[in-house]
């Protein structure tokens, strides 16, 4: 089933409280500045963003130019999907990041929130012929039946046509390999999102390496990978915890990232 949102308007929900707001802004600017030290952002490229009400139309995003090493919660500009424009505006989001996360806000109900990196070993991955992940240990099995990929690139995503072709390509799914392009990961929550992506790029650098062995890879069966996709997603806690452990370290070490 396709569960993407048809309609062209969507009224927006009730918007968070200030306190609920500040909290999503913390998790959004800290999943900035953690996939930076990773070595995961790209000069000022990139974006991230996170629907603030249930309706999607309402999201924060990342300013234009600034880099992800420096991202304050205060940085995140608020952008309707409905506004046609937002490019005129003296803080106008990057025009990619406006395309892709507008019309994925607008028309994907699951995107809560949308994180679109480069990555060095899922670009890798993207740029093969068959850019399917084989299931050859846990990180890799977690993404088992659920990679959607887009063999559809054309060129940057600078227009409302290249934006509705993404939201379709994603659908219900949650994690979006762009052929000659990248990745996109779509969930519910900053937590869910920053912990997919991080796992995701980890699965794609285990594959890449056992691929540049040239020696066969140990593929389990289909009932293997499927159990341990299941069990992934069963471990509850865990995405919660790995962001609130991002946090603590960036309290310690970089606190004005919530400022």
Request: charged share 20%; hydrophobic share 40%; net charge negative.
């Amino acid at each position: 089933m396709n569960a993407i949102e048809t309609l062209s308007t969507r009224a927006p929900g009730v918007m968070p409280d200030e306190d609920t707001m500040n909290t999503m802004r913390c998790d959004l600017a800290a999943a900035f500045r953690w996939f930076a030290r990773l070595g995961m952002h790209e000069a000022v490229a990139n974006h991230f963003s996170v629907a603030v009400e249930p309706s999607g139309r309402y999201f924060l995003m990342n300013p234009r130019g600034r880099h992800f090493s420096r991202i304050r919660a205060s940085d995140l500009i608020l952008l309707d999907t409905e506004d046609a424009s937002t490019l005129d505006r003296p803080d106008a989001p990057d025009p990619t990041a406006w395309h892709i996360h507008g019309r994925i806000h607008a028309r994907c109900p699951h995107a809560r929130c949308v994180m679109h990196l480069h990555p060095r070993y899922a670009t890798a991955l993207a740029s093969l012929a068959d850019s399917r992940m084989p299931p050859i240990d846990q990180n890799t099995m977690r993404f088992f039946g659920r990679l959607v990929i887009d063999e559809g690139f054309g060129g940057m995503g600078l227009s409302t046509d290249e934006g509705d072709r993404l939201a379709a390509a994603l659908g219900d799914g949650n994690v979006l390999l762009m052929g000659n392009h990248g990745v996109l990961v779509a969930a519910d929550t900053v937590a869910a999102a920053l912990d997919e992506m991080y796992y995701f790029e980890r699965a794609c650098e285990t594959l890449m390496i056992a691929y540049a062995s040239g020696r066969p890879l140990r593929i389990v069966s289909d009932n293997v990978a499927a159990v341990t996709q299941q069990q992934w997603a069963d471990y509850g806690q865990f995405a919660i915890d790995h962001l609130s452990e991002v946090r603590a370290i960036l309290d310690a070490e970089e606190p004005e990232y919530r400022s």
